[in-house]
């Protein structure tokens, strides 16, 4: 079993070139809930919702987000009245949130709403928040404290960024299994999501971080920095708020403690060099994932370098 | 200001003809909410909602429910999802039940909730829930106790009916508005409404069969029952199970000690005849609306006889 490390739409990408890779029921995939947020009443949870439609083939593509070719007529409904609009829900992705706010409502956890909900898609891989409880991802800015989709999506990650906090992390758990997933996988991968708001809030979560400082499988992380820049999206701008430098030196302080391989991009190539250790290693690779080829290419690479046994095994049933 | 008190498709019909006849600000109309349901979820006033799609002019004159044009992906999607879908949520209807569900879950009370969505409307007229409490009008048949819904929507309204009872009733009160509404009405008007489940609600909530009996205005219902059968839907099967004759004596019957004149039917003629007394009239017109010229002459009809003064004062200025 391999265990994914996930966020963002980079993550989503890297997931759907692992499912093109190898047999989905291999793939135990724990996904940031740090930008869960309160939507019409809803309880929206769109890293996981990603990954799920990531998982069932109907993640748009050219969005990135929600599902191939919803229609946003409830949406449209709730600007006439007034509501608020900047964050897109379409009326398929609706029928998740409100089947997701009902579960909640009767008292079952976000795992086991995941569960049921990913069990309807027909879905085989695992997917399991990285905790049952609530985290908000904060970011501080000149225009005060926002929550991530209020940074991210409503005010197009524009705002310089102060600082970022993940609001309530210290007081929570591991969701049921995320633990047992890191100890018993033969390989983790951490996607090339965000390490600030994808990453960072599932390794605030108490026990996770020493879990993967102390799985005996080894840990690779796809980097979501080229150069000094991050492929996609606000990583640059929060890494530096951060105090991370915006490099693969930075992803690789991210994750310090218990990274055991970093695989970059070509143009990397001299920096990554310089951060090869004798315990920490830097792969170069394209990493870029802009064709479907790509995304199995990048994940081929991941799982090459982490568990090759997998990928040999594999190689001619998937694709 | 003339009050309605109305509940169901024959009701919805009659306020369409009265929007048509006087100015909707002279409206405030007072809707049954036993049908009131959980749907996903979300908190769903069938009456209340066809009050504000036919005063908003978006009720779907085809379907006679939810918005006209409505297309129906979420459903869809909750359908694939394995949910229920025996009851109809049009994308666009979507968008009411949610603000509605939210805001209760804020604390408004389903009286400001409605007065809030008919201002995002833009609605004029007032459209009062008959209480604020929850009445669940309850089916017995031999299949077991139905929710009105589960009767009427899920089951075709094929079930024999035992019983109806309106439970929670006796604990509730009248919305704020309701008794005051009728008590200082020029005119109260009863739509062509299922006696038994649509203004049976209405007369449970305690009080309001008093204030009828007591307002000086006069007060005149359409009947919803042609010789012995209803003009559509189930109304003859629970007015005989409710005890009730079905026909114009026995919606009499039903509105006994409040109502002063029933307009009937003119192929009910001699029965109005016997039932006409020097306290009660009946007037015999033609009560079917069929077209949408019908609803606002069976408006025009109850209003002439009800208050002849507010159709002269608005017959050159509405149409």
């Not at 225009?143 to 929570?172: C, H, I």
């Not at 690479?301 to 090759?308: F, G, I, K, M, Q």
């Amino acid at each position: 079993m391999i265990c994914v490390l996930t966020g963002g739409t980079g993550g989503a990408k890297f997931v759907d070139g692992l499912r093109r890779v190898i047999p989905a029921e291999e793939l135990t995939i724990i996904v940031n809930t740090g930008d869960d947020d309160d939507w019409w009443g809803l309880y929206i949870s769109p890293d996981i919702d990603s990954i799920i439609y990531v998982l069932a083939g109907i993640l748009s593509g050219e969005r990135g987000w929600g599902v191939r070719g919803d229609t946003f007529h409830c949406l449209r409904a709730m600007k006439d009245l007034g509501e608020p609009t900047w964050f897109s829900v379409g009326d398929r992705d609706l029928a998740v949130h409100l089947m997701r706010t009902k579960l909640l409502s009767q008292g079952c956890t976000l795992s086991e709403v995941t569960r049921i909900i990913a069990e309807r898609f027909g879905l085989s891989s695992r997917i399991l928040p990285m905790s049952d409880q609530r985290v908000q991802t904060r970011i501080d800015t000149p225009a005060g404290e926002l929550s991530f989709e209020e940074y991210f999506v409503k005010r197009w990650f524009q705002d310089p960024v102060n600082s970022v906090r993940f609001a309530g992390a210290s007081e929570t758990v591991p969701a049921p299994g995320v633990l047992d997933t890191i100890a018993s996988a033969q390989a983790v991968l951490i996607a090339p999501s965000n390490p600030v708001t994808s990453i960072g809030p599932i390794l605030a979560v108490p026990g996770i971080r020493e879990a993967l400082a102390q799985t005996k499988a080894p840990v690779v992380a796809v980097s979501p920095i080229i150069g000094s820049a991050a492929v996609s999206g606000p990583a640059a701008t929060l890494m530096a708020a951060h105090g991370l430098e915006v490099s693969i030196r930075g992803v690789a302080a991210a994750y310090q403690g218990f990274l055991d391989m970093l695989v970059a991009h070509t143009s990397d190539a001299a920096v990554a060099e310089a951060l090869t250790t004798t315990r920490f290693q830097v792969h170069c690779a394209n990493i870029l994932m802009e064709t479907q080829q790509d995304r199995s290419q990048v994940a081929r690479t991941a799982l090459s370098l982490a568990c090759p046994q997998i990928v040999t095994a594999y190689a001619a049933e998937v694709e």
